[in-house]
């Protein structure tokens, strides 16, 4: 089973340094200078996800993908995520779009990228890739299990015992029913996924027919023509609805089961069931992920491209406001329009600080990383009912990667804001401190609010990533990302929270050494990416 990143990026030194980069953060990469003979290596073995620049895939190349897309194994989904050219159409670019057709559903990742998007995305990749070998796995067992059932029907009544308790104790859902419906067995992982008793499943309580979505009933009617014909069918994804009403991705394989010695059960079917939730979720989070990642690219630009006609507003607004015999009323509107655009201007100043990221770290006060921030958030503070309590006194300024800090500190703040929707208390809080257990001498920035709080359950999972409470508005990568941050400087990021009323609220602590260097961080590695990719353009 191979997890490694292949990198096939025929550009001077571009392999080199992204896999450079895959290595630091921890995962297996090697460059690949030669295309052909890796997708020929692919075809008689499974590779690990492959990252392509999109000059790489010549004509021949792209064939020999789109047979190997073809002809992998229907548990098989081969991670291909290409590196595409961002910012200008060109005639190269319009070939690889044409070809994206041949290659199924690859991840396109546009130049320039951001460190943290090419890890994300690898990583997901690797994680998607490895629960496709742990369905494979499954099917292997459960083909074993099934040659076992079929080798001796006199054996297999003999040792029942042993395969019931194979059975029972299978990470694979498995359950035996008849292709009108009805189930007569669930094992404990099948019931414990959807939420229902063995008594229940013995009683005729649960029908498969009932539990499987209507948009999924003409695929359940094909793979029972194809189990009726053949004995069995090969495996479909489909759903089953829990009882809780969570819809849970399922790969499903169908057999027909053998009729007794007395001709009993020859309708019975055995289905075997892999719960795809993680996969499906890591595949949705990796597309918002990439998503997120271009408005913020957008954002910064429109950021860039305003300055310049801000400027002139400016400097038109001044003349008026010299203008001789100017009324009174006219001199007071122009100072209230000079102010508003001031502040549009800070706003646009502060988003290019967020996108452009430092090589090296810088000096910078508390109090100001954490002004900049608030400055982003002054429209919606405004229209809300959440009062700022800032309390930051005179410390000397302690060296960090700004930018980075900057993303936690608006992670965590964007947060706070979030938890209070009808109103509180957003308290920032910086100081000079020492860890007791260490003496370890530092910053600590602290961000309390008086929201809803988070359950113990909760807070055990949020620094996980993929894990969001947001629903499809989040992505549950913002917490997993800051907490990286955090440790990249040796830092530490501390949660406390409560759910319980009347005291409710969450208050984040980060704590900053003043002693150890930052490593390489997020903002360094992504302009190195950035420069390189700038390169290969």
Known sequence: MSLTVRVVAPTGRDAEMIVRVLVQHGMAAEPCPDALSLVDAASHEPLGPLLIAEEALTAEVSDRLDKLVRNQPAWSDFPILILTTGGRGTRRSQQIEEQHVKLGSPILLERPIRTETLVSSLRAAVRARARQYQVRDALIARDNALDELLKDRDQLRASE????????????????????????????????????????????????????????????RKATRQLVATGSCDPYQKAYRARDGRVIPLLVGMTMLPAGINGEGTNQVAVFLTDLSSQKQAELALIQSEKLAVVGRLAASISHEINNPLEAVTNLLYLIKKTDGLPHEAAANVSLAETELARVSQIATQTLRFHRQSTKPTEISPADLVHSVIQLYQGRLSNSQIKIVNQHPDIRPIRVYEGDIRQVLNNLVGNA????????????????????????????????????????????????????????????????????????????????????????????????????????AFSSTDLRIEQLSASVT
Not at 163 to 183: K, P, Q, W, Y
Not at 198 to 207: D, S
Not at 488 to 508: I, Y
Request: overall charge neutral; hydrophobic content about 35%.
């Open 161 to 220: 015992e042993r395969f019931r308790r194979l059975i029972e104790n299978a990470s694979v859902c498995i359950n035996i029913s008849d292709t009108d419906g009805n189930i007569s067995y669930g094992n404990p992982a099948l019931l414990k996924l959807i939420g229902y008793t063995a008594e229940e499943v013995e009683r005729g309580m649960v029908r498969w027919d009932e539990l499987t979505p209507a948009e999924f009933a003409e695929a359940d």
């Open 417 to 520: 804001l979030d938890s209070m929707r009808m109103g509180g208390r957003l308290i920032l809080r910086s100081r000079d401190c020492t860890l007791w257990r260490t003496g370890e001498r530092g910053v600590r920035i602290t961000v309390a609010d008086t929201g809803c709080g988070m359950s113990a359950e909760t807070r055990a999972h949020i620094f996980d990533a993929f894990y969001t409470t947001k629903g499809s508005s989040g992505t549950g990568l913002g917490l997993w990302i800051s907490k990286g941050i955090i440790d990249k400087h040796h830092g530490q990021l501390t949660v406390r929270s409560s759910d319980r009323q009347p005291r409710t609220g969450s208050v984040f602590s980060l704590f900053l050494p003043r002693e150890k260097p930052a490593e390489g």
